[in-house]
Nanobody, 120 residues
Framework: QVQVQESGPGLVKPSQTLSLTCTVS??????????WSWIRQPPGKGLDWMGV???????YYTPSLKSRTSIRRDTSKNQFSLQLNSVTPEDTAVYYC????????????WGQGTQVTVSS
């Protein structure tokens, strides 16, 4: 059974960097059938896809966040991470990591989500 779990600070100050880690168990982040995404949901709004890291380590980011976002991985720990620089209160959201089946283009496993609040 695949499990994905987000972890990281719940409170970040404006202008600082938000850093989250997603730990994957029951499956490998280097499996070519899957890619691994970060998705967030601001309060009262819909899901906002942020970016993806593929089985080979390549990345793609949504254009509106590309200049502030970095997704990396540690294959020895089967983890991938999100860094979002220069945060503002508008970055307050529940942040999710999720696995996508690249063949069927469905997100089949999600973390439970972690609340991140940007506030001084």
């Amino acid at each position: 059974q695949v499990q994905v779990q987000e972890s990281g600070p719940g409170l970040v100050k404006p202008s600082q960097t938000l850093s989250l880690t997603c730990t994957v168990s029951g499956g490998s982040i280097t499996d070519s059938y899957y890619s691994w995404s970060w998705i967030r949901q601001p309060p009262g709004k819909g899901l906002d896809w942020m970016g993806v890291i593929r089985y080979d380590g390549s990345t793609y980011y949504t254009p509106s966040l590309k200049s502030r976002t970095s997704i990396r991985r540690d294959t020895s720990k089967n983890q991938f991470s999100l860094q979002l620089n220069s945060v503002t209160p508008e970055d307050t959201a529940v942040y999710y990591c999720a696995r996508q089946n690249v063949t069927h283009r469905v997100y089949d496993y999600w973390g439970q989500g972690t609340q991140v609040t940007v506030s001084s």
